[in-house]
């Protein structure tokens, strides 16, 4: 995940690792550990490193991430504090963002990081390996339910979206899911793919009502660098030339530009680039 979080935002609390929690743990040759995480769909096992496995040892319900932090500077020493304290934060994001660790009297420091209110009602967060249920609940439900944007890439080598291929998407961040939420229940999905070449986010799909689309995009543009591993300076929609107008006119209140035309660029379609850059803000 491409985000600078620090040790001090998190300081006091106490993560915890229970090894009864996981479907699968193994201790592996030397000081790996396979994993299956809870709820994982379709998941493989995960290896963790040594350095990973040490500090699950540690989050045993005593240890602050403060203390977490000083038993890596005794092992590894003070000269190394800054690069501790950056994978440090970064190995509780990934633990916790795989349903690895909880939190000791159900605080969750982390979440919101990635999250956005939009209203007293609605919010727009970012999505985890842990909600690839509620998401393909959603996306069937969709299907019957009147006054929803239902965008998806033309030029997306993705036919179909499954719980594999979303595990794998959430899991590796290459792509970037955002839910619409209304009292915690998906109203809406908005999903980016990542890339770290071009640092350009491709929209892969967006279901959502077509008057809370405006919003969703808008809070998506704030979350999408905290949650990608690479740096994305603009986010782009491919449109069929005929595409939904109405569709075209919110992209355009959020402040897409059309930025190139693609003649036949699939099966003999003629397709749309609108960009939407950082150094524009949204309107």
Do not use: H
């Amino acid at each position: 995940m491409y985000s600078d979080l620090k040790i001090g935002a998190t300081s006091q609390c106490i993560p915890i690792f229970s090894e009864k929690r996981m479907p699968f743990f193994r201790e592996e040759n030397f000081g790996y550990v396979s994993i299956i995480p809870p709820d994982s769909v379709e998941a493989p096992n995960k290896l963790l490193n040594k350095t990973v496995a040490f500090i699950l040892k540690n989050m045993n319900g005593n240890n602050s991430v403060n203390d977490l932090y000083n038993i890596m500077i005794e092992k590894y020493g003070n000269k190394y504090s800054t690069q501790i304290e950056r994978d440090l934060s970064q190995t509780i994001l990934d633990l916790w963002s795989n349903n690895i660790i909880k939190w000791k009297k159900g605080a969750n420091p982390l979440m919101e990081n990635f999250k956005r209110k939009i209203d007293d009602s609605y919010s727009v967060r970012v999505a985890f390996d842990t909600d690839i249920k509620k998401i393909l609940e959603f996306m069937d439900r969709s299907k019957l339910i009147e006054g929803l944007v239902n965008y998806k890439n033309p030029v997306s080598l993705t036919k179909d979206i499954t719980p594999l291929i979303m595990r794998y998407s959430l899991f590796s961040m290459n792509s970037i899911f955002f839910l619409l939420e209304k009292n915690s229940e998906v109203k809406g999905i908005f999903a980016c793919n990542i890339s770290p070449i071009t640092t350009t986010a491709n929209v892969d799909f967006v279901i959502a009502p077509d008057k809370k689309m405006i919003e969703l995009i808008q809070y998506a543009t704030q979350l999408i660098n905290i949650a990608a591993k690479s740096e994305s300076k603009r986010i782009r929609f491919f449109l069929k030339k005929d595409s939904d107008e109405n569709l075209k006119k919110i992209l355009e209140k959020c402040g897409f530009q059309k930025i190139a035309f693609l003649d036949n660029e699939v099966n003999g379609i003629d397709i749309e680039m609108l960009d939407w850059n950082w150094e524009k803000k949204v309107g």
